[in-house]
């Protein structure tokens, strides 16, 4: 009991001289702490993930949107996503994820990513990566000839030079001694709590591993406008060259970002709906189709719809069919009427519409076991993670190959990730 008691004594004594040598942002001796957060929590929590991408294998369609113009490529190569101008005026090549950060009120949402800046730089070009939209963000990068960060509030940028950063200047004269070199590789940290008002950190982890604040955006009482309109964004990268004759390349290994929290659905927004229709015999037929909409109360939508359940099964249900439902992203369905499911979904459905065969990405296919009581088939994806995101959408089909002239009732529960 004794030497129990003395360890945890220790312990207590051992937590409160670090705590005593930690600052604002959770800083010891200079260097920032990853265990303190924007909102000086403690960071035992949970980091829970909005997104998780390598590149090694090719860059995923499913989950990122690639954006090509007037030349511009983006091929990977040696475990590395590469952005290239390729010398053409006015090219663009870019990468942006289809999620965004499940931002939730009062807690730390964040991004970490590494890149490297091989290629040219000019005048009037542009090279960012960050949690990064067309409208809002943060992110890191050039600004023609000059390495900084940008903030992106409305559509409107701000650049900060490296020169003018107010932490680590992180070119060997900082009290890190660390000496940025943007041709290697490096792993950046950008985090932000948002709230309209909180700071925004930027940091790169030194070569002993240690994270270095280079620059806070201290938001707090500098303005009577939020620092950003929308707080759910997406990681992207982007190499922009107007003039031309350059060859600008970014190259990127991975991404990832997420919050700090519990697993909550405080936020989020349940719904089902579901449909009945007639089966003919061996004729895959369109049960449903929900659709996230791109836009909600007159603003871009940005919120992802997780499925939770489906639900299927032929009528009546006392004899002993079989029956194969089949879930498709984006499958081609003609003769839709599309309905919103009520003002405060982002969803709309349609019970009207024929399966087009071959159509759409199967993302789940299950042949239902015969039943001899009338109850429904309920397969509950709690635990799985198909997201429609927006603009897409998900139908669900029934295929009875012995019960034609039946009807068939098809549905979905789902959340909106508010």
């Known amino acids: 009991m004794k030497i129990i008691l003395i360890l945890m004594s220790s ?12 600052n604002y942002a959770g800083q010891v001796a200079g260097i920032s702490s990853p265990f303190i957060s924007i909102y000086q929590d403690l960071e035992v929590d949970p980091r829970l993930d909005a997104l998780s991408v390598q590149f090694q ?15 511009g490529t983006a091929t990977t190569s040696n475990s590395q996503a590469v952005l290239s101008t390729s010398g053409t005026a006015g090219a663009v090549a870019g990468l942006q994820s289809k999620t965004n950060v499940q931002y939730r009120s009062g807690h730390q949402a964040d ?14 070009a542009k090279q960012y990566i960050g949690v990064l939209d067309s409208s809002n963000g943060f992110g890191v990068g050039y600004n023609g000839t000059t390495f900084g960060i940008v903030t992106r509030n409305n559509g409107v940028d701000t650049f900060i030079s490296q020169a003018n950063f107010n932490g680590d200047t992180i070119n060997g004269a900082g009290s890190s001694g660390f000496n940025y070199n943007p041709t290697f590789f490096n792993v950046f940290h950008i985090a932000y709590g948002w709230l309209g008002a909180s700071i925004i950190q930027f940091q790169i982890m030194s070569s002993s591993g240690d994270w270095i604040t280079f620059h806070t955006i ?14 759910l964004l997406p990681i992207s990268a982007q190499v922009y060259d ?11 290994a991975s991404w990832n970002m997420g919050i700090v ?4 659905n405080v936020a989020n927004r349940f719904f089902g709906i579901n449909n009945t ?19 909600f109360n007159g603003q871009i939508n940005k919120m992802n719809v997780q499925l939770q359940r489906y639900f299927a099964f032929p009528i009546p249900n006392l004899t002993r069919y079989t029956f194969l439902i089949n879930i498709y992203k984006n499958a081609t369905v003609t ?22 065969a071959g159509t759409g990405t199967k993302v789940l296919s299950q042949w239902m076991s015969p039943r001899a009581w009338n109850l429904p088939e309920y397969i509950s994806l709690t635990d799985t993670n198909i997201i429609v995101y927006p603009g897409e959408t998900l139908t669900i089909t029934g295929y009875a190959p012995v019960a034609g002239g039946t009807s068939a009732i098809g549905g979905f529960n789902w959340a909106e990730l508010f």
Do not use: C, D, M, W
């Open 335 to 356: 003769g839709t009427s599309f309905t919103s499911v009520n003002s405060n979904s982002i969803v709309s459905y349609t019970a009207a519409g024929t399966y087009s």
């Open 218 to 231: 201290k938001y707090p009482n500098s303005s009577g406008a939020p620092s950003i309109r929308n707080a």
């Open 261 to 264: 929290g519990i697993q909550s």
């Open 242 to 252: 107007p003039s031309g004759g350059r060859n600008l390349q970014l190259k990127t």
């Open 11 to 22: 312990l207590f004594i051992g937590n409160t001289l670090f705590a005593s040598q930690l």
């Open 277 to 295: 229709v007639s089966i003919a015999t061996s004729v895959e037929t369109h049960l449903l189709t929900i659709q996230n909409s791109t836009n």
């Open 111 to 124: 991004a970490y990513f590494t890149v490297a800046f091989t290629g040219a730089v000019g005048a009037n």
């Open 57 to 71: 294998y090719g860059i995923p369609s499913s989950i990122l949107t690639t954006t090509l113009l007037n030349g």
